[in-house]
């Protein structure tokens, strides 16, 4: 079974560019969470989406970070303009949770972001 | 909010011997914690979770962890750890919001 698939792998990208990170979940999942990882912070959630539903983007830094998911089959994470402070590895990840908290997250391999 | 901290960043141990990697939480009521596990250049593996009931947790790859209401913790062991067990551990605790809160995450290496 395929699991969470993110693109691109890595991604190198000069101040001010636009920078859109994309995420696959599992079929069947109805959570969707993007986390971002530095050495600094550790993990970091942005945002969660439910049933396609932005449901808490308390955890996005600001403006220029915006996330979508016009499908159950696809989320995007775009950055705009890109900044240096925002190099780290992005994640995304799925669950399926219907009904209960206890869902397991499986997570994609990340998108590694270095910004110029 | 809830929050979770692994005092250990870094430990390391010799290949069979046991492990144990420390886990304390903060939450007002009744947690649900997880233990993941990141090899290098991958996403995070769930190795074990706890909910309710039996306080003792039986993971993957021989893995278990205690829960301790009493002291806030829930604490990662292998009784014989192998090489391919270097890798990075995160304990997280969840809430009825759906949100996960990782640690800091600790460092595992082994030495032959």
């Known amino acids: 079974d395929a699991g969470v698939i993110q693109s691109p792998r890595h991604e190198v990208t000069e101040m001010g560019q636009e920078v859109t990170l994309r995420c696959k979940p599992i079929?069947?999942?109805?959570?969707l969470f993007w986390y971002r990882q530095t050495m600094m912070r550790g993990l970091e959630l942005l945002i969660y989406?439910?049933?396609?539903?932005?449901?808490?983007d308390s955890g996005m830094p600001e403006d220029r970070f915006s996330a979508k998911m016009p499908n159950a089959s696809f989320s995007t994470l775009k950055i705009q303009p890109s900044e240096p402070r925002d190099s780290a590895v992005y994640f995304c990840?799925?669950?399926?949770?219907?009904?209960?908290?206890?869902?397991?997250?499986?997570f994609g391999e990340g998108s590694r972001l270095t910004v110029l | 909010a809830q929050s979770v901290t692994q005092p250990d960043i870094h430990i390391t141990v010799s290949e069979g011997a046991s492990l144990e990697l420390r886990c304390n939480y903060s939450?007002?009521?009744?947690?649900?914690l997880f233990w993941y596990v990141q090899s290098p250049g991958q996403g995070l593996q769930l190795l074990l979770k706890y909910f309710s009931g039996d306080t003792l947790v039986q993971g993957i790859k021989g893995f278990e962890a205690e829960f301790k209401r009493s002291q806030s913790s829930f604490n990662l062991r292998k009784p014989s750890v192998h090489w391919s067990d270097a890798a990075e551990y995160f304990c997280?605790?969840?809430?009825?919001?759906?949100?996960?809160?990782f640690g800091a995450g600790t460092t595992v290496t082994v030495r032959a």
């Open positions: 079929s069947g999942h109805d959570y």
């Open positions: 989406f439910n049933n396609n539903v932005p449901i808490d």
């Open positions: 997280a605790v969840g809430a009825d919001d759906y949100k996960l809160s």
């Open positions: 990840a799925s669950s399926f949770q219907r009904g209960g908290v206890t869902g397991e997250l499986f």
């Open positions: 939450y007002g009521a009744t947690p649900y």
